[in-house]
């Protein structure tokens, strides 16, 4: 799948998403936890931020009781506190904390998707889900017009980008902190993600995912 594609436009539209259930599995799961949990958002959860913002920040997947709760990424889970609050120091977020699609939260040149749009069971989603849901990631590419810095939240959303772009996966490999050239001048810059694990095992830490955001804060000023 090509991001040049603009066929793959309609599919950047929250509607497009909303009621999408071609992953059987994760259709499935998704209706079992609905089920439990009668108030959660439990379904594709779609991006969030600024249409015409120059950073678009890509995670794994909708977490089961963060964005899968509350329909926006990142938010109401321990993921987002490092996230949220290194948002706000570099200044893509109106304030630290996202708790709520209510709270007032706006992001600031900025917006957040992930490779995966539903909650996948043990927050693994299968090769198959991934490549499916690839088409949803390539329209909102597509749909960016500013877009400079693409910033990778773990090894998945790496690869998931790589697969919009219609690029071998071989061409760039996963590093914290690494850079790859993208086709239209885009910049991939890739991250340990901030979930729970990586952050308590300290594989990624406040001081190491800002030196991140100092490198894209760069590659903004070189493009602004």
Do not use: W
């Not at 760039?172 to 910049?187: E, K, M, Q, S, T």
Request: net charge neutral.
């Amino acid at each position: 799948m090509n991001v040049r594609d603009e066929s793959l436009l309609p599919l950047a539209s929250p509607a497009a998403l909303a009621d999408c259930v071609a992953c059987p599995r994760l259709a499935d799961f998704l209706a079992e936890v609905r089920d439990e949990h009668p108030d959660y958002h439990a379904r594709p959860v779609a991006a969030f931020g600024d249409p015409q913002a120059r950073l678009l920040i890509v995670g794994l997947a909708p977490g089961m009781h963060g964005a899968n709760r509350s329909g926006r990424p990142f938010t109401g889970d321990y993921a987002g506190i490092l996230l949220y609050e290194t948002l706000h120091h570099y200044g893509f977020a109106s304030r630290p904390v996202s708790v709520a699609v209510d709270d007032g939260l706006e992001l600031r040149d900025c917006r957040i998707t992930n490779a995966v749009k539903c909650l996948p069971p043990q927050n693994k989603p299968e090769p198959a889900e991934i490549r499916t849901c690839n088409r949803f990631l390539a329209a909102e590419l597509q749909a960016a017009p500013e877009l400079r810095v693409i910033l990778a939240l773990g090894n998945v959303a790496h690869k998931a980008v790589l697969m919009a772009f219609g690029m071998k996966q071989s061409a760039c490999v996963f590093a914290h902190g690494a850079r790859h050239a993208l086709p239209d001048g885009l910049l991939l810059i890739d991250s340990y993600h901030c979930s729970r694990y990586n952050t308590q095992t300290r594989r990624l830490t406040a001081e190491s995912f800002s030196a991140v955001f100092d490198a894209v804060r760069a590659a903004l000023e070189r493009n602004a």
